[in-house]
């Protein structure tokens, strides 16, 4: 009789969960941490790239979630308790994160709560460190992550710890996914929206030219920083001169980021700029003193805690079909410049404080025939144009992600 009886509770479990997966509806959790803008505009491009996916399939869903906020007191220390309040038996659902808070996370999640469901983890850089053992490492993901997105140009170089990751993926559970660029979470509605609000303050100029200042980089070490120094921004301004006088209806917008000025190179020490009401940075001031015609020329100078014209400034330039000059240094602001302006409008110009990884990404956007170049010489700039034989019909890296997944769930409904 015990027999008969365990059969048959066999037997409801098994049919219980495969009910259980062919109705399982699909949900997006967002795992963040709020203090990093970068990633968390990663995760949401994610989400929104799939949720659009669905939408192009005629399908209802996913369900998406509110972000669940991982972030702690401090950078090292992590509000993982929250991850118990996640589902743990969803086929179906899809966990997006980013960061070292994303590694230790999605571990959890399958080592310790066993919990079912497509992880994706996206990033712009390889982390760990292969010397010490003891740090968060990414290719700790592999059996556990579903997806790992990150660019090309990482695999481009020569870093121990791409090769490192490529070995122990082979023949693995984990599916790599190298795109061009870095996901992101900006569109055309996000451009209108700032130019609707800021059009006031934008000049009407019929033909204008956007300048994206460059700035500081961290070392890959971390701790000590490469400078955009004032000297740089002099020569990207003696290029400047030459197009205006080139055309002379030309209107030049130029801004700047948190990172331009940024450390004091003979101290290393942050120099305290970007305050509301505050001086301009030696670098923003040294590339303003070295225009030829300021008439013709505005500053949207970056203040902490005050709005940015980065996006209304992007829409002007497009309705107005101008171009845009924009640091080798800022991935992100890369691949989100480029997705969001008209075809042959985006020139990408190259400076000292950059690395091999960002050196590398833009060859790649060159190669791709999505931008024209300016590589730094000595005293001044060598302008490439756009490699022939390419158009604007580029695939959207959150594209190729989001239909990675679609393809994935689909082919997980066959085996159920």
């Known amino acids: 009789m015990n027999r008969i009886m365990r059969f ?6 098994f049919l219980g969960l495969y009910a259980s997966s062919l109705n399982a509806v699909p949900v997006i959790y967002k795992l963040i941490d709020s ?11 994610v989400s929104s790239a799939i949720i659009q996916k669905f939408k192009d399939e ?37 966990f997006i994160s980013s960061g070292t808070y994303g590694i230790r996370a999605f571990r959890m999640l399958k080592e310790s709560f066993h919990t079912e469901g497509i992880f994706v983890y996206v990033s712009h850089q390889i982390i760990g460190n292969e010397e010490d053992m003891s740090a968060v490492q990414l290719k700790s993901l592999v059996n556990v992550a579903t997806f790992i997105v990150l660019p090309h140009h990482v695999f481009e170089i020569s870093d121990p710890r791409a090769q490192a990751l490529k070995d122990a993926l082979v023949g693995s559970n984990t599916h790599l996914l190298q795109i061009t660029g870095v996901v992101h979470n900006m569109h ?13 303050e934008i000049p009407d100029a019929k033909k204008c030219m956007l300048v994206i200042l460059g700035g500081d980089v961290e070392k890959k070490e971390g701790g000590t920083w490469t400078y955009y120094t004032p000297q740089e921004a002099e020569k990207l301004a003696q290029y400047v001169n030459g197009q205006m006088k080139e055309h002379p209806d030309l209107f030049v917008f130029v ?15 942050d120099a305290g700029f970007h305050q ?20 013709r020329v505005k500053l949207y100078n970056f203040e ?12 002007k330039v497009n309705e107005r079909k101008g171009v845009v000059l924009v640091p080798g240094e800022s991935t992100s602001m890369i ?11 985006v020139i990408l110009f190259t400076h000292g404080a950059m690395h091999e990884v960002h050196n590398a990404h833009v060859a790649d956007e060159f190669k791709a025939g999505r931008v024209s170049l300016l590589e730094a010489s000595d005293a001044s700039y060598d302008f490439s144009g756009l490699e022939e034989g390419f158009s604007k019909d580029s695939i959207l890296s959150s594209k190729v992600v989001a239909d990675a997944i679609w393809e994935f769930i689909q082919e997980q409904k066959k085996k159920s």
């Open 35 to 45: 203090s990093l803008g970068g990633e968390v505009d990663q995760i949401r491009g």
């Open 255 to 269: 801004t700047n980021a948190p990172r331009t000025g940024r450390f004091d190179p003979r101290t290393g020490e």
């Open 188 to 200: 055309a509605e996000d451009l209108l929206k700032d130019y609707t609000n800021y059009k006031a």
């Open 335 to 345: 691949s989100q410049v480029i997705d969001n302006t008209k075809f042959g409008s």
């Open 276 to 295: 509301k009401g505050g001086p301009l940075d030696p670098v923003t001031a040294a590339f303003m003193k070295a225009l030829s015609n300021r008439d």
């Open 58 to 94: 005629g399908k209802a869903g996913p369900d998406v979630t509110d972000d669940l906020d991982l972030k702690g007191k401090s950078p090292s220390e992590f509000n993982f308790s929250r991850l118990s309040d996640l589902p743990k038996n969803n086929p179906e659902a899809i």
């Open 8 to 13: 048959v509770l066999g037997i409801m479990t």
């Open 304 to 315: 902490k805690g005050e709005p940015s014209f980065f996006k209304a400034l992007l829409h």
